[in-house]
């Protein structure tokens, strides 16, 4: 069956058995992006499997009316899931003593600098605030820090993961979503209808460019200040 | 305004080193460190679609406009061939950076603009 064919299909039906069918066809495309994450601290099992849930999630967005192939369209999604894990999921452990120190004072001045400048800070500015030189910020930058959910514990007949406490995904869910809205509350109308046209209608930023009539670079630009915006504010809602 | 000029071989063990470059760039730049991790992988991404282009030396030039463009592009003569992945790579690139824009000559992807 062609891809357009498959996903009008399981539009019309919502068939579980249909998704499973096009989550097989296209795993792949989680397997390759995956890898292009892994070597950077996090094992390739665990992004493949943030990478496969996002796939997933993917396939019930998708439009084939849209007038974009799948693989096009799921990309962008599966390496935003990818990014958040690093960003977010990301634990420290199995690095030189020394490295590990230094990645973690790193860590906490990245996140005061952004408070205080009121954006991400670059790597000399780190540098300068640890008092260390801009080459080691860099090196430590390079240096895998993660450890993986599947990392042996205790005696070494357990997982990191069944010692980790579980939470609820529906608390987390309704959560976030109250924050989400409360932040975007705070953005400009400009700002409002960048995230509507980017996210509630998922338009390329190209075209999301066309619809504001401003460049591209632009949107690229503003989309990044929106973004780091409402993660600041829902950061601090959530605290 | 050129920043950096980088004439390598293209292989796999090359890249580590040009990630390290590259960071010194983005920094240089004044790219926050999660554009720099973008950009890093940007560029190891178009090396790639090069490699797989049939490339077996690359330039890689760094300048700063408005931001930070960067061009990889092949050195020598090119296959055509594509790899299977071709198409993720580029919409990979398409999530990270900027921008991106890919020269092809006769069909033959002969090189990778980005910006940051």
């Given at each position: 069956?062609?891809?357009?064919?498959?996903?009008?299909?399981?539009?019309?039906?919502?068939?579980?058995?249909?998704?499973?069918?096009i989550a097989e066809k296209y795993?792949?495309?989680?397997?390759?992006l995956a890898r292009k994450f892994s070597g950077l601290g996090v094992e390739y099992d665990d992004l493949y499997q943030v990478a496969a849930l996002a796939l997933v999630k993917g396939i019930d967005r998708f439009d084939p009316d849209a007038g974009v192939k799948f693989s096009t369209f799921i990309t962008p999604t599966v390496t935003g899931e990818i990014k958040n894990y690093f960003r977010d999921r990301s634990r420290l452990v199995h690095l030189p003593r020394r490295v590990a120190e230094l990645k973690s004072k790193l860590r906490q001045a990245a996140e005061t600098l952004t408070l205080q400048l009121g954006r991400k800070p670059t790597a000399k500015e780190i540098a300068d605030a640890l008092g260390v030189t801009e080459e080691e910020v860099l090196g430590c930058m390079e240096a895998g820090?993660?450890?993986?959910?599947?990392?042996?514990?205790?005696?070494?007949e357990g997982r990191l993961a069944d010692v980790l406490g579980d939470t609820s995904d529906d608390f987390?869910?309704?959560?976030?979503?109250?924050?989400?809205?409360?932040?975007?509350?705070?953005?400009?109308?400009?700002?409002?209808?960048?995230?509507?046209?980017?996210?509630?209608?998922?338009?390329?930023?190209?075209?999301?460019?066309?619809?504001?009539n401003?460049?591209?670079?632009?949107?690229?630009?503003?989309?990044r200040k929106v973004l780091d915006k409402l993660r600041e504010e829902i950061k601090k809602g959530m605290v | 305004m050129t920043l950096l000029k980088l004439s390598i071989p293209l292989g796999n063990e090359i890249l580590t080193t040009v990630r390290l470059a590259t960071g010194g760039v983005c920094s240089l730049a004044g790219l926050d460190i999660d554009r720099s991790e973008d950009c890093k992988l940007c560029?190891?991404?178009?090396l790639l679609l090069l490699l797989h282009a049939g490339y077996s030396a690359a330039r890689v030039e760094f300048s700063r406009e408005e931001g930070l463009l960067v061009r990889v592009e092949g050195e020598g003569m090119g296959?055509?061939?594509e790899g299977a992945e071709t198409e993720i790579s580029e919409a990979l690139l398409g999530a990270l950076?900027?921008?991106?824009?890919?020269?092809?000559?006769?069909?033959?992807?002969?090189?990778v603009m980005l910006t940051f």
């Open positions: 069956m062609e891809e357009r064919e498959l996903f009008q299909r399981y539009r019309e039906t919502r068939d579980v058995a249909l998704r499973n069918e795993l792949y495309i989680a397997a390759v820090s993660t450890i993986s959910l599947e990392t042996p514990v205790g005696d070494g987390d869910r309704f959560e976030t979503r109250d924050a989400v809205r409360t932040a975007i509350g705070g953005l400009s109308e400009t700002e409002r209808f960048l995230i509507k046209l980017r996210f509630g209608e998922e338009l390329s930023q190209t075209e999301t460019a066309r619809r504001m401003v460049s591209q670079m632009y949107v690229s630009r503003l989309e | 560029i190891t991404e178009s296959t055509g061939k950076a900027g921008s991106v824009s890919f020269e092809r000559k006769d069909g033959v992807l002969t090189a």
